[in-house]
C-alpha cells in the first residue's frame, strides 16, 4: 500500500478539484471519443450527441451510456 502514501497528503481543495472537475472531464472525454468513434444511422446524430457531450459535462455521459450507445449501428 506504499504507493497509495501519496492519497494522504492531498488537502479538501486537491480532492474537491479532483472529484468535480477533472474526474467529469474524464468521463466526458472517455464518452466524446466512444461517439466519436461509434457509427449512426443518420450524420446529424453524431452531431448531437458532440454537443450534448460538450454542454452537459457531467449528465451527457451519463445520457450516452445509458440510450446513445443502443442508438448506434452495430
Given at each position: 500500500?506504499?504507493?497509495?502514501?501519496?492519497?494522504?497528503?492531498?488537502?479538501?481543495?486537491?480532492?474537491?478539484?479532483?472529484?468535480?472537475?477533472?474526474?467529469?472531464?474524464?468521463?466526458?472525454?472517455?464518452?466524446?471519443?466512444?461517439?466519436?468513434?461509434?457509427?449512426?444511422?443518420?450524420?446529424?446524430?453524431?452531431?448531437?450527441?458532440?454537443?450534448v457531450l460538450?454542454?452537459?459535462?457531467?449528465?451527457?455521459?451519463?445520457?450516452?451510456w445509458t440510450?446513445?450507445?443502443g442508438k448506434?449501428?452495430?
Open positions: 500500500m506504499k504507493y497509495l502514501s501519496f492519497i494522504g497528503g492531498l488537502g479538501g481543495q486537491e480532492l474537491i478539484v479532483i472529484f468535480f472537475v477533472l474526474l467529469p472531464m474524464l468521463l466526458c472525454l472517455i464518452a466524446l471519443i466512444q461517439c466519436l468513434k461509434a457509427e449512426f444511422a443518420q450524420a446529424t446524430d453524431r452531431l448531437v450527441w458532440v454537443i460538450l454542454f452537459l459535462p457531467i449528465l451527457g455521459p451519463i445520457l450516452w440510450i446513445g450507445i448506434t449501428i452495430r
